[in-house]
C-alpha cells in the first residue's frame, strides 16, 4: 500500500480505473486520497501538499468529536503512553491505589465507597508519579545527549501548556504528557532543553530544536490536533 507523509498525518493511496479526478477522505482519522490509477503519486503529493491546512483543520475537528468525557467506569479505556489500557476495579481492604499490568490499569480499593472524585484522584495521583520517573529519567537521558541540564525537573498540572522553562534552569512538564506517545514526549523535553539556551522562540531557538529533534514540526501539529485527547 502506497502513503504520502503529510505535515503530521500519513495519506493512504487509493488507487481507481474508473476515477477521473482525485479526491480527499477523512474517516476516523485517517486520511485517504482517492485517484485515478495513472495519476502520477507526484501529483498526489502535491495535492496532498496543497490541501495541508484543510487536512491539519478536519483532524482536529474530528478528534475534538471524538474526546468524549470520562465516565471513570470499570472496562473504560486509559490511555498510558499512547497505549490504551483498561480500567479494572478490584475490591481490597485498603486505600484506593493503581497497578498497571500489560493490558490494565486496576484499582484496588473499598469500591462500595469510592465517588468518582475519588476515582479520578486516585488516577491522577499515579499518572503523576509515573510522570515523576519517566519524565526525570527521560529529561537526564535527553540533557546528556545534547549537553543542555537542567537545574531540576519538576512535574505540575497544566491546562493549555505542555512545559515550561525557568530563567534559573529549572524545567516543569505537564503530567498528562504520560499519556502521549514517547515521541511526543521526547520533543516537548527537548523543546524546553533548547530554552536554556534560547529563552524565547526565536529562529534561533527553533533551528536548535529541529537539530536535535528532525521532525519537530509533525511533533508539534500532533501536539495541536490531539492534545486536548491528553486528559483524564
Ligand atoms: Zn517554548
Known amino acids: 500500500m502506497q502513503t504520502i507523509q503529510g505535515d503530521g498525518f500519513i495519506v493512504t493511496v487509493i488507487k481507481s480505473g474508473r476515477r477521473k479526478t482525485s479526491a480527499l477522505k477523512i474517516k476516523d482519522q485517517h486520511v485517504s486520497i482517492h485517484i485515478p490509477s495513472r495519476l502520477p503519486l507526484k501529483l498526489a503529493r502535491e495535492f496532498v501538499l496543497q490541501k495541508t491546512s484543510w487536512i491539519q483543520k478536519k483532524l482536529a475537528e474530528q478528534s475534538l468529536k471524538e474526546t468524549p468525557e470520562k465516565q471513570f467506569i470499570d472496562g473504560e479505556g486509559f490511555l498510558f503512553l499512547d497505549k490504551k489500557y483498561t480500567l479494572r476495579f478490584i475490591q481490597a481492604d485498603t486505600s484506593p491505589s493503581v497497578i498497571k499490568t500489560p493490558l490494565e490499569l486496576e484499582l484496588h480499593g473499598r469500591l462500595n465507597r469510592l465517588s468518582i472524585t475519588t476515582i479520578r484522584a486516585t488516577l491522577i495521583r499515579w499518572y503523576k508519579q509515573q510522570a515523576e520517573h519517566y519524565l526525570t529519567s527521560r529529561t537526564a537521558e ?47 523535553i527537548v523543546h524546553e532543553l533548547c530554552h536554556l539556551k534560547h529563552h524565547n522562540h526565536s529562529a534561533l531557538f527553533w533551528q536548535l530544536v529541529e537539530h536535535h529533534s528532525p521532525t519537530f514540526k509533525a511533533s508539534r501539529q500532533w501536539l495541536k490536533s490531539n492534545g486536548h485527547s491528553l486528559e483524564i
Do not use: E, H
Open 142 to 188: 535527553i540533557a546528556r545527549q545534547i549537553d543542555l541540564m537542567p537545574t531540576s525537573v519538576t512535574v505540575k498540572t497544566y491546562k493549555a501548556r505542555w512545559g515550561s522553562c525557568g530563567i534559573r534552569g529549572d524545567v516543569q512538564f505537564n503530567w498528562k504528557l504520560m499519556l502521549a506517545p514517547p515521541s511526543i514526549i521526547d520533543y516537548v
